[in-house]
């Protein structure tokens, strides 16, 4: 019975699907693991688990805390459980350093650690992103001039997922343990709707959402104005 290479749980999610597309293209022996099929998959062996399943929503999570502790540290709970493997790559965010305050950022920590009990893995945290998929959050609230319930001086290191899920694919050997991976620079979310025009208020606290490692390096942030406007296009034909 052939072990299975790499299997991507939350393989139809934002950035799960971008890692299967990435997969694809290298040939890469791979399954992707849904709601659908999971059971199916139970108990089978992989080389490598790719954890993308975890929710992504932070308002979602403040307004609804057992749901985001049952999907985000039940459901880690449950995939060390179901599979067999030999190392796991798990999809956090740079919430579980920088906002420990919130449920969310909590619930990723707690995530995390589970992770760190492992005998080989790699965690890899992402700021915000962008791209092919995304049907929420700050960006679109702002293409459609919703209220945005975030401080405008918030910076972001807007960093686009297919970059983030080539660096996935092309370091699934890697020895690091835990890195920090997107844009090295940010924008300030005031900054960005003046750009595009955007009328969208905002009201809340600062959500500054910073990368820290600086090894691994996308160009920038403002690169994230293309996919503004190629958005707002789609919105405007609609």
Known sequence: RQ????CVVGGNGFVGSSICSELKKKKTN????????YSHYKNKEF????????????????????LDHEETVTKTKNILLDFKFKKIIHISSISARCQL?????KNKKISEELIQKTKDYLIVRFSA?????????????????????????????FTDVSWNAKWIVDNLNSKEKSVEIGA?????????????KSTSEFGGEIDDQIILNKSYKFDSSIQVLNFLKQKKNEISKN
């Not at 305050?101 to 950022?105: A, D, L, S, V």
């Not at 998929?133 to 405008?152: A, E, F, Q």
């Open 101 to 105: 305050n919130t449920i969310y950022g």
């Open 47 to 66: 080389r490598i688990i790719i954890n993308a399943a975890m929710p992504s929503k932070r308002f979602w999570a403040k307004q609804n805390p057992e």
């Open 129 to 157: 992103m962008y791209g092919k998929g995304l049907t929420k959050g700050v960006l679109i609230d702002m293409i459609n001039n919703n209220k945005v319930y975030i401080n405008s001086k918030s910076k972001y290191s």
């Open 3 to 6: 072990m299975i290479d790499v």
């Open 184 to 196: 090295t620079d940010y924008i300030e979310l005031n900054q960005l709707a003046k750009l595009i």
């Open 30 to 37: 791979f399954v992707k693991i849904t709601r659908d099929n």
